[in-house]
């Protein structure tokens, strides 16, 4: 792999856009300091309007600031990790915020302790207009606030927050011994990496061998691993009754501002759509001859070799530009700026000490949001490219139409813009290529992908459900339960009861593998993205749905709204079923056209 100084420059972001030297970056310092100085000042005072309003605007302005030196410091410390400046800079950063943080701690409870009829009295100020969602989240939580002992209580146990999630997360990465296994001749550690890599091998025996390595040796850890992920459980699941909510997820639905039954909505729909994942299972079991499919083979192949076509980064950009033409002038304008080297969003290439994978940052509000590839001319680097890129220009709308303080999109929505711009590619590619093994590689991407993100996440979520109702229940997660409810849903949703795939006892502790479920009520947010998306690329795809429509809806929307109506401004209803049956067609579509192929 190249070092740093051995890539074209022309290749990398331009961080020079947040600041020009060490003298503007010192200066921000000061200024933030200075305004945690200031805002101490106004404790006691809020419920003077223009206190208030002087309060508000000094918190804000600092907060804007602090987040563009974080994104200074964090892009230049992420493409050479051996800089120990940037990683210097980034903890001051990171110490900085903390006290402006504690500074202006004391605002929401003391906005909290004012009527409801103060605050909407604020609220409906038109010079508030810029903290209206600010103060509709002090409505929406002031029934859950605890009076101030209590809420002082709370905040010096919020440091627990994550104790057995990071408990876990260092035992599982540092600690877990693994066995070695050998293949093809070769002595390895069964561990992630193995694992991740020879699961989808086109030799059976190879598969099964991985597995068994890698699900016996979390099942030798089981006990302590439940241990860790009750009391995660059982801490979210306090703190959601000491706050008066019905239950976890309860808490979870009204802080999303989500219809109290979106969850099992969202679930019996998916559900409804199983046959089809079915469909996909039966057909993968007749072309690989496996007649006793088993949960081994999950991440076998029917498609063989995959796409062997090189991507360049200019080729990439130019299908992505492509693939937006049905996009309107001024948001193909924007993508193509982005992409563009010269302007200095993107740092394509990998190099020593850079971060792997692929990131956007687009918390500097006054400058372009930041975005990280690590391209090597394949199909996923032109993908991700896309992926990112959908990340970016819905930053880039929501900065430049929405004030700062209604901005920053919630996770919620934040992966519809970036499965959108995948989903605008890979239908480009399979409307264009003339290449039968690249459609049929294609076809198998999208439904794979469509697995993964919809029916995994969806199974993960209803796992995840049973184990907060068991907690909430005062009993506790033991391997053995939690083995047997995992079971259950893997076989719901793989089929076991119509001979589908067989699902091995030992590998239904894959629950101790998944880190998400340390994250309170979590993947469900990757469906509802994947199936909105989906439903927004058809529509705009077919013109049903204006491109203009999603662009002013959705894209510039930031958190203007509840995510729910960003969506439906949007032209996605998800608590209709509509989004789901389109969903279900273009699966059932793309799987019959990969049948026909093969």
């Avoid at 100020?125 to 103060?135: G, I, K, L, V």
């Avoid at 559900?271 to 088993?294: F, T």
């Avoid at 093994?437 to 993100?453: D, G, P, V, Y």
């Avoid at 009520?521 to 204006?546: D, H, N, Q, W």
């Amino acid at each position: 792999m190249k070092k740093r100084n051995e890539i074209d420059p022309k290749n990398f972001w331009q961080t020079e856009h947040l600041y020009k030297n060490d003298e503007e970056v010192a200066s921000e310092f000061e200024l933030i300091e200075k305004a945690a100085a200031e805002i101490v000042k106004f404790a006691g005072k809020l419920n003077e309007k223009e206190t208030l309003l002087k309060a508000l605007r000094t918190s804000s302005e600092a907060m804007r600031r602090s987040a563009k030196l974080q994104c200074y410091a964090d892009r230049n410390r992420d493409v050479d990790m051996n800089v120990s400046r940037w990683q210097e800079l980034s903890g001051m950063v990171t110490a900085a915020t903390t006290r402006l943080a504690a500074a202006s701690s004391f605002m929401e409870p003391e906005l909290l302790s004012y009527s409801e009829e103060t605050l909407l009295k604020f609220k409906n100020d038109p010079d508030f207009s810029n903290f209206s969602r600010y103060f509709d989240a002090i409505l929406l939580n002031k029934p859950h606030t605890l009076g101030e002992p209590e809420e002082k209580i709370m905040a010096e146990f919020g440091g627990l927050a994550f104790g057995e999630y990071e408990t876990y997360s260092t035992f599982a990465s540092t600690d877990m011994k693994f066995p070695e296994i050998e293949i093809d001749g070769e002595k390895m550690e069964a561990n992630i990496q193995t694992y991740a890599r020879y699961r989808q091998s086109d030799d059976r025996d190879t598969r099964k061998k991985v597995f068994d390595a890698f699900w016996t040796t979390y099942d030798s850890y089981k006990n302590s691993i439940s241990k860790m992920l009750h009391y995660q459980t059982k801490y979210y699941a306090t703190v959601a009754k000491i706050r008066h909510y019905a239950d976890a997820l309860d808490k979870e639905m009204k802080e999303n501002e989500l219809p109290s039954n979106f969850f099992y909505t969202l679930r019996d729909n998916v559900r409804a759509v199983l046959p089809a994942l079915h469909e996909y299972l039966a057909l993968k079991k007749e072309v690989l001859n496996i007649p006793d499919q088993g949960y081994h083979d999950i991440y076998a192949t029917m498609v063989k070799g995959g796409n062997s076509k090189v991507y360049t980064y200019e080729d990439s950009v130019k299908l992505v530009n492509q693939a937006m033409s049905c996009m309107t002038e001024e948001y193909r304008k924007a993508i193509a700026t982005a992409m563009d080297p010269a302007n200095g969003w993107v740092d394509i290439y990998p190099n020593e000490g850079k971060v792997s994978g692929a990131y956007m940052e687009g918390m500097a509000y006054d400058t372009h949001p930041y975005v990280l590839l690590n391209h090597i001319d394949d199909y996923n680097s032109a993908s991700t490219l896309a992926h990112e890129m959908g990340h970016a220009i819905h930053s880039y709308y929501s900065n430049k139409f929405q004030p700062y303080e209604k901005s920053q999109y919630t996770i919620f929505v934040a992966e519809v813009a970036s499965t959108f711009n995948e989903i605008m590619l890979i239908n480009h590619l399979l409307d264009t290529t003339q290449d039968k093994e690249e459609k049929k590689f294609l076809l198998n991407h999208f439904i794979e992908m469509a697995r993964s993100t919809v029916f995994r996440q969806m199974q993960f979520a209803e796992f995840e459900d049973g184990i907060y109702k068991k907690v909430e229940a005062g009993e506790v997660l033991t391997p053995d339960f939690l083995n047997d409810l995992y079971g259950k849903t893997l076989s719901r949703y793989y089929g076991e009861e119509y001979g589908l795939m067989k699902i091995d006892e030992l590998y239904k502790n894959e629950w101790a593998f998944v880190p998400h479920f340390y994250y309170n009520y979590y993947v469900y947010k990757y469906v509802v993205g994947f199936i909105g998306a989906l439903s927004l690329a058809e529509g705009v795809r077919s013109g049903k749905i204006p491109a203009e429509q999603y662009i002013n809806g959705f894209l510039k929307a930031g958190t203007s709204k509840p995510p729910l109506e960003i969506l439906k401004d949007a032209g996605v209803d998800m608590t209709d079923i509509a989004p789901y049956k389109t969903f279900e067609k273009m699966f059932t579509e793309k799987l019959q056209q990969l049948r026909e192929l093969l």
